[in-house]
């Protein structure tokens, strides 16, 4: 048997693995390829594999992660979680995008574990996505499982559809932001998160 990266694999509904590789081989034979060649002979297979895996973030639900940990604590400053790795797919050119997710929230009676919120984003990022939306639903997802005070988003990424096609000039990132509560209606509280996220003290 050959070994894989995709863990889950076995989760994949076979039916659904077989047909999305009958799909990526012609695929490949539209692209002017020969899918019988001997270093293609898998790759339909692997291709289907690693496309269910890197779009699984639809069959999870979001605010279940943060529900099933949810606890009640009275500690009401800011909870910044940064840097958290992110790759996922525009939806456009089904082309990977990546970069970082820094998110933050101050509690209003409940917290969170926090990797449920490293959870939350990798859960997202594994859908066809846009980063606008990828932040705004991380936001909102945050702030109607815990009910905080605020939560605030912030995702620099890069996108591969605009490097690899000359669109972007290559290692620029896009930003983008969202935030609710206290982030919004607090200045000084904006300020403090964009200071923490922020390059100059990493
Ligand atoms: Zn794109």
Same mark, same amino acid.
């Given at each position: 048997?050959? /070994?894989?990266?995709?863990? /889950? =694999?076995? $989760?994949?509904?076979?039916?659904?693995?077989?047909? #999305?590789?009958?799909?990526?081989?012609?695929?490949?034979?539209?692209?002017?390829?020969?899918?019988?060649?001997?270093?293609?002979? /898998?790759?339909?297979?692997?291709?289907?594999?690693? %496309?269910?895996?890197?779009? &699984?973030?639809?069959?999870? =639900?979001?605010?279940?992660? !943060? @529900?099933?940990?949810?606890?009640?604590?009275?500690? @009401? &400053? %800011?909870?910044?979680?940064?840097?958290?790795? #992110?790759?996922?797919?525009?939806? $456009?050119?089904?082309?990977?995008?990546?970069?970082?997710? $820094?998110?933050?929230?101050?509690?209003?009676?409940?917290?969170?574990?926090?990797?449920?919120? +490293?959870?939350?984003?990798?859960?997202?990022?594994?859908?066809?996505?846009? &980063?606008? @939306?990828?932040?705004?639903? !991380?936001?909102?997802?945050? &702030?109607? +499982?815990?009910?905080?005070?605020?939560?605030?988003?912030? !995702?620099?990424?890069?996108?591969?559809?605009?490097?690899?096609?000359?669109?972007?000039?290559?290692? *620029?990132?896009?930003?983008?932001?969202?935030?609710?509560?206290?982030?919004?209606? *607090? $200045?000084?509280? @904006?300020?403090?998160?964009?200071?923490?996220?922020?390059? /100059?003290?990493?």
């Amino acid at each position: 048997m050959e /070994k894989t990266n995709y863990n /889950k =694999e076995e $989760h994949f509904a076979p039916e659904t693995i077989a047909a #999305l590789k009958e799909h990526y081989a012609a695929i490949l034979q539209l692209l002017g390829e020969d899918p019988s060649r001997e270093g293609l002979l /898998k790759t339909p297979e692997r291709v289907a594999k690693a %496309m269910s895996f890197l779009t &699984q973030g639809y069959e999870v =639900e979001p605010l279940e992660i !943060i @529900r099933s940990a949810t606890f009640r604590e009275e500690y @009401r &400053q %800011m909870v910044l979680v940064k840097d958290i790795e #992110l790759y996922s797919l525009c939806e $456009h050119h089904m082309i990977p995008f990546y970069g970082r997710a $820094h998110v933050a929230y101050i509690p209003n009676g409940y917290i969170t574990g926090l990797s449920k919120i +490293a959870r939350v984003v990798e859960c997202y990022a594994r859908r066809l996505q846009v &980063q606008e @939306r990828l932040t705004v639903q !991380i936001r909102d997802c945050i &702030q109607e +499982a815990l009910n905080p005070m605020g939560v605030a988003v912030v !995702i620099e990424a890069s996108h591969m559809c605009m490097q690899m096609r000359g669109v972007e000039k290559q290692g *620029s990132a896009t930003t983008t932001s969202a935030f609710t509560g206290v982030f919004l209606s *607090s $200045h000084r509280t @904006r300020e403090e998160f964009m200071t923490l996220i922020s390059h /100059k003290y990493r």
